[in-house]
């Protein structure tokens, strides 16, 4: 079937080895429409589904932002007021934010799917070692895996689409997998990347060690505490990976692929980021629509709480008044990195599923890897609830201006308390208008309407 996609280009690069294509990154996309039948196409198509991963509609800002402004941390101030449906969890299923994400996270299932399909036919031979399909497979398989866990934790059990269609939207009408049978799927690809990809380090492109972290945030989302310490602790244990000091070294002086990151997106000035123009302040080239709220300024400023972490917030003071933003995406030619997974989070992962099995000594050091690193002091805390909301704060700080405070706080059904969210039924967001419209098999979301 023949598919019309974005794809990302390295005519020069796709036949290297397999160390070799590992380190290649996206340089251009354009329009194609070719099928999978040889290494360079397969190679180009799992580049594609990068590309999509990385778009303005997904990692590069929309669905960022149905965490950002659903959470306690950030806020929106700019010109388009329905994103304050987030902000007051009353959201309407024709909020465009929804269905523009929908859709860029299926095209990413979708791309997925196209390698998943056909690469396996392709015979191997000259110029397509064994390793390098198998690999393409990996990675194909831990980036479906991403799309449909970023989908089950935003609005719960969805369509399950295996096999590639001609488009994004043109899926076919199935009704909605359970909640537990879309973690299942996730799981499912997890397990079948894993043994497929290379044990090597590699920050831009899925290898065993992307798939390891991944699952430790999985299981930490299914309360597995056993098996969520098991795979923190092998990206914590590898030197490879390390919390690096100061705290702003990950993101500052245009930095890139660092020791701190497990997997991050890659853009440079022709796939750009967007996020950058949407947090500096007008007077910094951006037009300061997201910026963080009074009560996240706070925290990060506190010497106590925040340490070093301040560095994630700046002020600009125009004609005397002083306000902040922030200063994690800064390039404003859209280059910055979006940090998918730290190894700071595979810490407090562990740190959480140790508490939980009440290891309070082990789950103790590894809060306090990260408030050492921050520069404040450390814990020592026996008593198991207080410890979790210890830990819970320290997420909530470490990752201020990253997509984890909303989900941190649903997947611990603590949104309620901290948020003010008096119906459950919101811990989920309502499936897009656009969608419910025109498939009769996708059953909109308890506590929403069809707009």
């Known amino acids: 079937m023949t598919s019309y996609f974005k794809i990302l280009i390295f005519p020069a690069l796709l036949l290297l080895a397999c160390n070799k294509f590992l380190d290649v990154k996206p340089k251009t996309s354009t329009s194609d429409d070719q099928t999978i039948t040889d290494a360079s196409s397969a190679n180009t198509a799992v580049r594609g589904i990068y590309n999509a991963l990385e778009s303005n509609d997904y990692y590069g800002y929309t669905f960022q932002t149905l965490g950002f402004f659903s959470g306690d941390n950030i806020q929106y101030v700019g010109s388009q007021t329905v994103n304050q449906q987030l902000t007051n969890h009353a959201v309407l299923s024709d909020l465009a934010a929804l269905n523009t994400s929908w859709l860029a996270i299926y095209n990413t299932i979708n791309r997925a799917n196209n390698v998943l399909a056909k690469l396996p036919a392709i015979p191997s031979g000259a110029g397509f070692a ?13 980036l479906r895996a991403l799309a449909y866990f970023d989908l089950a934790r935003t609005w719960g059990g969805v369509q399950l689409i295996l096999k590639p269609t ?41 290898t065993r060690k992307t798939v390891w972290a991944l699952l430790a945030r999985y299981y930490l989302y299914q309360k597995d505490w ?35 990151s497990v997997f991050e997106l890659y853009y440079n000035t022709t796939v750009t980021n967007n996020q950058a123009s949407q947090w500096q302040p007008t007077s910094n080239g951006g037009v300061g629509w997201i910026k963080p ?28 008044v002083t306000n902040w933003y922030g200063n994690l995406y800064y390039r404003t030619v859209g280059t910055d990195p979006a940090y998918l997974i730290r190894i700071a989070e595979l810490y407090l992962i562990r740190a959480e599923a140790r508490a939980q099995k009440e290891d309070f000594i082990g789950s103790n050091d590894d809060l306090n890897a990260i408030r050492s690193r921050a520069g404040i002091d450390s814990a020592n805390i026996q008593d198991k609830n207080a410890l979790l909301l210890t830990i819970e704060n320290e997420n909530r700080v470490e990752f201020a201006l990253e997509n984890h405070r909303w989900y941190d706080l649903v997947r611990t059904n603590r949104a309620g308390t901290v948020l003010g969210i ?30």
């Open 293 to 320: 709220t009074d009560a996240a300024v706070s925290l990060l400023n506190d010497p106590t709480i925040g340490g070093g972490r301040n560095t994630l917030v700046q002020k600009v003071v125009s004609s005397g």
């Open 226 to 260: 056993v098996n969520a310490e098991t795979y923190a602790t092998k990206l914590i244990t590898d030197n490879n990976y390390t919390l690096l000091k100061p705290y702003n070294s990950f993101f500052a002086n245009n930095a890139a692929n660092t020791k701190e």
């Open 166 to 206: 001609s488009s994004a939207s043109d899926k076919p009408s199935v009704k909605r997998s359970s909640l537990a049978d879309t973690y299942a799927q996730v799981l499912n690809d997890l397990k079948a990347a894993e043994p497929l990809l290379p044990l090597t380090t590699n920050r831009i492109r899925a």
């Open 130 to 142: 064994d390793s390098v399909k198998n690999q393409l497979l990996g990675e194909a398989y831990f």
């Open 422 to 451: 008096t119906d459950e039924r919101k811990f989920l967001l309502p499936i897009p208008y656009a969608q419910v419209a025109v498939d009769l098999n996708l059953a909109q979301n308890p506590g929403y309407s069809n707009n």
